[in-house]
């Protein structure tokens, strides 16, 4: 069964709707404080590279998960698990 995890659209989604939703409420914002176009830039910004590190770090975990137990990682587990 598909989750959420796993699910390109809701991936997609989330790239497109986070910095939108987030530019809409910095356009409120300057409308409500006379500030221009500042915290839309601002908040539309922060709302891309959130998708982007969110994205990325979904992909770090999933690439890791896939990674255990495979040849190529059992030195650098042992390593790991000798360090202190």
């Known amino acids: 069964m598909p989750s959420s995890q796993n699910d390109a659209l809701?991936?997609?989604l989330a790239m497109v709707v986070t910095p939108l939703i987030m530019g809409l409420f910095g356009v409120?914002?300057?409308?409500?404080?006379?500030?221009?176009?500042?915290?839309?830039a601002a908040l539309a910004t922060m709302g891309v590279i959130g998708a982007f590190l969110s994205a990325y770090y979904r992909y770090q975990a999933r690439m890791a998960e896939q990674d255990a137990g495979k040849p190529w990682t059992r030195r650098a587990e042992r390593?790991?698990?000798a360090a202190p």
Do not use: I, K, Y
Not at 28 to 40: K, S
């Open 10 to 12: 809701s991936h997609a």
């Open 28 to 40: 409120w914002l300057d409308n409500r404080l006379g500030t221009g176009w500042v915290f839309a």
């Open 79 to 81: 390593a790991g698990e």
